[in-house]
């Protein structure tokens, strides 16, 4: 088992910056593929941002050279760095992990981006 939790969401205004991040508890040597969703008012959860165990990452063309995704493995720790926010970023972001055959899911943290 492994437990996500989710952190650094928030208001903030068009342009600005936040950085969320996730802890990773529980079965963490059997972490693989870590993850970053959003989903918006109304919308299907999309994939933001992915990372796996060495490094490699790819982001969703909506976010490229704006947000960046990064894990301390010995913090078993996710972040997700965003920059230059829109107000099309609004949502609920979750993280995600794969481990052992199977998917976890954190609760999610809210990013509110005001135009």
């Known amino acids: 088992q492994v437990q996500l939790v989710e952190s650094g969401g928030g208001l903030v205004q068009t342009g600005g910056s936040l950085r969320l991040s996730c802890a990773a508890s529980?079965?963490?040597?059997?972490?693989?593929?870590m993850s970053w969703y959003r989903q918006g008012p109304g919308e299907q959860r999309e994939l933001v941002a992915i990372?796996?165990?060495?490094?490699?990452?790819k982001h969703a063309d909506s976010v490229k050279g704006r947000f960046t995704i990064s894990r301390d493995n010995a913090k078993n720790t996710v972040y997700l760095q965003m920059n230059s926010l829109k107000p099309e970023d609004t949502g609920v972001y979750y993280c995600?992990?794969?481990?052992?055959?199977?998917?976890?899911w954190g609760q999610g943290t809210q990013v509110t981006v005001s135009s």
């Open positions: 990372i796996s165990s060495t490094g490699i990452t």
């Open positions: 529980g079965s963490i040597l059997s972490i693989n593929v």
């Open positions: 995600k992990a794969y481990a052992a055959g199977s998917y976890y």
